[in-house]
């Protein structure tokens, strides 16, 4: 049985081995708010457990016995998001620090069962995955809002942000999931960008862009 900081740190290497072969002390560090010497130590008793590879001073990666429990992890955080929202009617930018604790229960009965009851859902609020009972799910076919032309439709998708001010902007802004945009202008001075959302018009700077993602029509 792994405690729960032991989970919390294999899931923040997971997340940052997505865009990185070897994972850092400093980078877990900045990651989950806390010293690099603590996370050396927690990174041993990782190592001893077969959790992870880790050799100082050149960095960290999950073994397949740690990837495993850090998607189980990440499986029953995206499910809860799932049911907080559909289900409770929570906010989208409301569920993260709810499942943040929910993700620690070790029941994968309880787990399943919510699956099974949702109908199986591939996607979190947020448009992530979310990893099926044997921890496969599909990877993500989104891009960037910034990547696109003018006259470009797509559908929103998902966000690389998951902060609750992100999220509470683009409510604000109605860009949330489902929801059709066109680009019809880019302006040359910034690169921030002119959408068609529901018949209206909306102007997002291009870090806005850059985290929020699309599925072409």
Do not use: C
Request: aromatic fraction near 8%.
């Amino acid at each position: 049985m792994n405690t729960l900081a032991e989970e919390n740190y294999l899931k923040s290497i997971y997340h940052l081995s997505l865009t990185a072969i070897n994972v850092s002390t400093n980078q877990i560090a900045a990651r989950l708010n806390t010293k690099a010497a603590s996370v050396t130590d927690m990174l041993k008793k990782l190592a001893d457990k077969g959790l992870i590879n880790y050799t100082r001073y050149q960095g960290v990666n999950l073994t397949p016995a740690g990837e495993n429990v850090a998607v189980h992890i990440i499986r029953k955080h995206r499910l809860w998001e799932y049911f907080l929202v559909e289900k409770l009617h929570f906010k989208w930018d409301e569920v993260h620090d709810m499942a943040e604790e929910m993700e620690h229960i070790s029941s994968n009965e309880l787990v399943d069962r919510l699956d099974k009851f949702m109908n199986y859902p591939k996607h979190d609020p947020h448009g992530d995955p979310i990893p099926d009972s044997d921890g496969h799910f599909s990877a993500l076919e989104f891009k960037p809002v910034s990547t696109i032309g003018v006259n470009e439709i797509g559908i929103i998708s998902g966000v690389r942000d998951h902060s609750a001010a992100f999220l509470q902007y683009l409510e604000k802004q109605q860009l949330t999931i489902g929801k059709k945009i066109t680009i019809t202008e880019i302006i040359d001075y910034d690169h921030s960008m002119i959408l068609e959302v529901e018949n209206k018009q909306t102007h997002i700077s291009r870090d806005v862009a850059d985290n929020l993602l699309i599925a072409h029509d």
